[in-house]
């Protein structure tokens, strides 16, 4: 490959995901994937966790998502990442709500709900993910799962998406 594609290769990846970075404090967490902060300007935003997908409070070990989250994240300053959409410097998804990925202090926190089995990795929206978030959030998932950590203890938990699927019918 000539030198002159590669730089415009490399120029058309950057310029896919371009992120706009902005402070908060958080001041509610929701459950394990949904938090609530407050932003440099006092406002308050939803924020909904790029790339995973934690089990519903009413679902097995959805608590435990919730209370891992809430004890490392609720009171502390974090940096939100989210790719800016349309006229917003975020994106918004379906319930409105900011869809970014949550740094505190340089560590991935959506990459440690994996991690830690407090969460899957939500594959159905990865092409809204940088390559390398796809691949370490899917590496850390199979890691998980293989040593029985956290929600894998029980072996094959049900997702999420198909629990709230379930929810839906009743």
């Given at each position: 490959?000539?030198?002159?594609?590669?730089?415009?290769?490399?120029?058309?990846?950057?310029?896919?995901y371009s992120?706009?970075?902005?402070?908060?404090?958080?001041?509610?967490?929701v459950d394990?994937?949904?938090?609530?902060?407050?932003?440099?300007?006092?406002k308050?935003?939803?924020?909904?966790?790029?790339?995973?997908d934690?089990?519903?409070k009413k679902?097995?070990f959805?608590y435990e998502?919730?209370?891992?989250?809430?004890?490392?994240?609720?009171?502390q300053?974090?940096?939100?990442?989210?790719?800016?959409d349309?006229k917003?410097?975020?994106t918004l998804?379906?319930?409105?709500?900011?869809?970014?990925?949550?740094v505190m202090?340089?560590?991935?926190?959506?990459?440690?709900?994996?991690?830690?089995?407090?969460?899957?990795?939500?594959?159905?929206?990865?092409?809204?993910?940088?390559i390398?978030?796809?691949?370490?959030?899917?590496?850390?998932?199979n890691?998980?799962?293989?040593?029985?950590?956290?929600?894998?203890f029980?072996g094959?938990?049900?997702?999420?998406?198909?629990?709230?699927?379930?929810?839906y019918?009743?």
């Open positions: 490959m000539s030198l002159k594609r590669l730089v415009i290769v490399m120029l058309f990846l950057l310029s896919t992120f706009a970075d902005f402070n908060a404090v958080v001041v509610n967490i394990g994937d949904t938090i609530d902060v407050i932003d440099n300007n006092s308050k935003l939803r924020i909904r966790l790029l790339g995973i934690a089990p519903e679902q097995y959805g998502s919730f209370f891992y989250l809430n004890r490392i994240l609720k009171g300053s974090v940096t939100i990442i989210s790719n800016p349309k917003k410097p975020y998804g379906y319930y409105k709500r900011i869809i970014g990925k949550v202090n340089g560590r991935d926190i959506n990459l440690e709900m994996i991690k830690k089995g407090m969460a899957w990795h939500f594959k159905k929206y990865k092409k809204s993910q940088p390398g978030d796809r691949h370490s959030y899917n590496k850390a998932e890691e998980a799962r293989r040593n029985n950590i956290g929600l894998w029980e094959d938990p049900l997702p999420p998406w198909r629990w709230r699927k379930l929810q019918k009743k």
